[in-house]
């Protein structure tokens, strides 16, 4: 038997940028919602039965990014988060506040988000009981 896959919630107001970063996730085995805004993925989050295990967000996404994270955080959400956004020296700011190093740069290498994925997935399976 087969463990489920993980649940990746993609927040990305681009749909030239999402859209094929959802698809290539997925086909790497990855189960991948997707939202345009960052009121849309609050919306995913509060719903509990979706089992969101980690949030890929654009920073410059409405809603999204630092302001996301930080709701995250106080709801104490067991999501892990990797930030996103086309401006380095933004990224690098992001990861010091968020105490998570560097996050991703745009446009999206996949198979350097497939990595972070993985790794941030790794570091909460090492976490549990």
């Keep these: 038997m087969t463990s489920p896959a993980t649940v990746v919630l993609l927040v990305e107001g681009d749909i030239i940028a999402r859209h ?13 919602l997707e939202a345009a805004t960052g009121d849309e993925a609050m919306l995913a989050l509060k719903t509990p039965e ?20 930080q709701w995250i955080r106080a709801e104490k959400l067991a999501v892990e988060v990797v930030l996103a956004g086309s ?14 190093g560097p996050g991703l740069a ?14 941030a997935m790794a570091r909460r399976d090492r976490g549990k009981p």
Excluded: W
Excluded at 20 to 32: D, H, N, Q, W
Excluded at 50 to 66: K, N, Q, R, Y
């Design 20 to 32: 094929p970063l959802a698809e290539y996730l997925r086909e790497c085995g990855f189960t991948v």
């Design 50 to 69: 979706l089992g969101i295990e980690l949030m890929l967000a654009d920073m410059t996404t409405p809603g999204s990014g630092f302001p996301l994270r």
């Design 87 to 100: 401006i380095r020296k933004t990224i690098e700011g992001a990861g010091k506040i968020c105490n998570e």
């Design 106 to 119: 745009k446009p999206y290498d996949h198979r350097l988000v497939l990595d972070y994925i993985r790794q």
